[in-house]
């Protein structure tokens, strides 16, 4: 995993950097009996609603580039492979007026909730011409600075774009629950 640069502010107070966070969610701390050092084993670790919360605040703290792709980019692939996909996996949209659009870190409206949710303003997507019809797949989330894949998700079903004025419209969200919801 790559490590994400949180900056500190109000959202990150003490710096920590994404990994760590993750790593924490995930239960990868171990108890280890000092007295005779050695680790006993994985603890179970269990986050609250309000600490899913924060963390999601630190996670969605980054700035970020919301994209469509025009590529079946799962088609075939194993969960460990569709896990290891990379930006230049996919095929962005190329229609005439599109481009990404940015989500600036800390404008996300997130909520306390099993599991916390962090949604950001709806983006439009509108073509401003006639066109060969572009089929869209579905929307993918990158750190704006590096350019790093985050996320991704497909549409219910893909949506053509082929004339003046149609538009898609993506609703950016983030949900953020432990093992343990």
Request: without cysteine; aromatic residues 10%; hydrophobic residues 40%.
């Amino acid at each position: 995993m790559q490590s994400l640069a949180v900056p500190t502010g109000v959202h990150n107070p003490t710096g920590y950097q994404a990994d760590r966070v993750l790593a924490a969610l995930q239960g990868n701390a171990f108890v280890t009996d000092v007295s005779n050092e050695m680790e006993i084993g994985p603890m179970t670790l269990i986050v609250t609603d309000g600490g899913e919360k924060a963390f999601l605040d630190l996670i969605l703290a980054a700035n970020y580039t919301v994209r469509l792709f025009k590529n079946d980019v799962t088609s075939g692939l194993t969960t460990v492979q569709k896990d290891a996909l990379l930006v230049a996996s996919f095929t962005e949209a190329t229609f005439t007026g599109y481009s990404g659009k940015a989500l600036t870190g800390g404008s996300w409206t997130t909520a306390t909730g099993n599991p916390a949710t962090g949604s950001y303003a709806q983006q439009a997507f509108v073509s401003s011409a006639d066109q060969t019809a572009q089929v869209i797949y579905g929307y993918y989330v990158t750190l704006t600075s590096g350019g790093a894949l985050q996320w991704f998700e497909y549409f219910a079903s893909p949506v053509t774009i082929q004339f003046n004025n149609e538009q898609i419209r993506v609703t950016p969200r983030l949900t953020l629950a432990d093992t343990q919801d």
